[in-house]
């Protein structure tokens, strides 16, 4: 087949990204989809540097078979850790830190997270507080990640002080920039970095809260018109909630997808304009939205997944995503760089 241009759009939420992990190892597949850029937020950050990494290594696959061990690496490493859910880092408080591991465990561990999480800040923890996330994020090979070579990479996060978005692009992009990409507020410590763009130090939370994932970066004329967004957060949950975990599953779920559906809002408006012929030609990109999502794997799941990460749930979500990749692929492979397979005007009606 022809070689195709797609940029990539991945989207954080929690342990959940496995299904990223499953959607990239699939496109990985096809020696014909060649990835131009990558955006991505929190554990979408998380894997675009994965994924960026091994493609910019090159080889006789292009890169492709060192993109799949470092996202297999990845979660391998994710899979390993616990302390999400705050019962390791509350036990650290006390002096007999096992029985009170014993003591959670008897528990709901999600009961307890949604309980500490709104006692105890990060900040309560003084000593104790470790981001568990940065003994990962450290070990990526940030040569590789920044390179020249291979697809451009976006990370986004959340400026606490502005409250507006940052992109860190290129060689910005450093551990610092992905742990601030996956930085939670109720379980991490915000993440300071010195801003060259702002001239000061400035703290970051996720950026799921203002781009998640931000699809502008991808609009340069140097990258394809088409995007793939690897949605994970659910855009429909059938039913009111009503429980107060379900209520509060679903404001998460409408918080972290809303600045995806105002920039695919605003995207389906210029395609509107543009075959209307009320733009003049090349004013705006006539940007093409793919779509690789599996609304009823997360409902199932629930939020309560997002901050355990066991092993059988990840494993249960890459296959997810590798089969919603395969479908895609499927019914839509000869839709990129032809029309988009998304029907933005239906999304939003």
Same mark, same amino acid.
């Given at each position: 087949?022809?070689?195709?241009?797609?940029?990539?759009?991945?989207?954080?939420?929690?342990?959940?990204?496995?299904?990223?992990?499953? *959607? $990239?190892?699939? $496109?990985?597949?096809?020696?014909?989809?060649?990835?131009?850029?990558?955006?991505?937020?929190?554990?979408?950050? $998380?894997?675009?540097?994965?994924?960026?990494?091994?493609?910019?290594?090159?080889?006789?696959?292009?890169?492709?078979?060192?993109?799949?061990?470092?996202?297999?690496?990845?979660?391998?490493?994710?899979?390993?850790?616990?302390?999400? +859910?705050?019962? +390791?880092?509350?036990?650290?408080?006390?002096?007999?830190?096992?029985?009170?591991?014993?003591?959670?465990?008897?528990?709901?561990?999600?009961?307890?997270?949604?309980?500490?999480?709104?006692?105890?800040?990060?900040?309560?923890?003084?000593?104790?507080?470790?981001?568990?996330?940065?003994?990962?994020?450290?070990?990526?090979?940030?040569?590789?990640?920044?390179?020249?070579?291979?697809?451009?990479?976006?990370?986004?996060?959340?400026?606490?002080?502005?409250?507006?978005?940052?992109?860190?692009?290129?060689?910005?992009?450093?551990?610092?920039?992905?742990?601030?990409?996956?930085?939670? =507020?109720?379980?991490?410590?915000?993440?300071?970095?010195?801003?060259?763009?702002?001239?000061?130090?400035?703290?970051?939370?996720?950026?799921?809260?203002?781009?998640? =994932?931000?699809?502008?970066?991808?609009?340069?004329?140097?990258?394809? +018109?088409?995007?793939?967004?690897?949605?994970?957060?659910?855009?429909?949950?059938?039913?009111?909630?009503?429980?107060?975990?379900?209520?509060?599953?679903?404001?998460?779920?409408?918080?972290?997808?809303?600045?995806?559906?105002?920039?695919?809002?605003?995207?389906?408006?210029?395609?509107?304009?543009?075959?209307?012929?009320?733009?003049?030609?090349?004013?705006?990109?006539?940007?093409?939205?793919?779509?690789?999502?599996?609304?009823? *794997?997360?409902?199932?799941?629930?939020?309560?997944?997002?901050?355990?990460?066991?092993?059988?749930?990840?494993?249960?979500?890459?296959?997810?995503?590798?089969?919603?990749?395969?479908?895609?692929?499927?019914?839509?492979?000869?839709?990129?760089? *032809?029309?988009?397979? *998304?029907?933005?005007?239906? $999304?939003?009606?």
């Amino acid at each position: 087949m022809k070689t195709k241009r797609i940029n990539l759009a991945l989207q954080g939420g929690g342990a959940h990204g496995a299904f990223t992990w499953g *959607v $990239l190892d699939r $496109l990985l597949d096809e020696s014909w989809l060649e990835i131009a850029a990558i955006s991505g937020t929190s554990a979408g950050a $998380l894997n675009g540097a994965a994924l960026k990494s091994g493609l910019a290594q090159g080889g006789a696959d292009g890169g492709r078979a060192a993109a799949r061990a470092n996202l297999d690496w990845l979660w391998s490493q994710v899979s390993e850790i616990s302390d999400l +859910r705050l019962d +390791r880092w509350v036990s650290a408080l006390f002096p007999y830190p096992q029985a009170i591991n014993r003591w959670i465990e008897a528990f709901s561990p999600q009961a307890w997270m949604d309980q500490m999480a709104r006692l105890v800040s990060p900040y309560d923890l003084g000593p104790f507080y470790v981001n568990p996330l940065a003994r990962i994020v450290e070990r990526f090979e940030f040569d590789a990640v920044c390179a020249a070579e291979g697809p451009a990479f976006f990370v986004s996060a959340t400026n606490v002080r502005t409250g507006k978005i940052r992109v860190f692009s290129d060689g910005e992009v450093s551990a610092e920039a992905i742990l601030a990409s996956a930085c939670l =507020p109720t379980l991490f410590q915000a993440v300071e970095i010195d801003d060259p763009k702002t001239g000061q130090r400035e703290a970051f939370w996720d950026g799921g809260f203002t781009g998640n =994932p931000a699809l502008f970066p991808l609009f340069e004329p140097q990258f394809p +018109r088409d995007v793939l967004i690897v949605n994970i957060n659910p855009l429909l949950r059938e039913g009111i909630p009503k429980s107060p975990g379900e209520i509060e599953e679903r404001i998460n779920e409408i918080s972290f997808n809303s600045s995806l559906l105002r920039e695919l809002r605003a995207i389906s408006f210029v395609r509107r304009l543009i075959s209307e012929q009320r733009l003049p030609a090349g004013a705006m990109k006539d940007v093409l939205i793919h779509m690789v999502a599996d609304d009823a *794997v997360m409902t199932d799941l629930g939020a309560g997944s997002k901050v355990a990460p066991g092993i059988g749930t990840l494993e249960r979500l890459k296959r997810a995503g590798q089969a919603a990749a395969d479908r895609f692929l499927s019914a839509h492979g000869a839709d990129i760089g *032809v029309r988009p397979s *998304v029907d933005l005007a239906a $999304l939003f009606s």
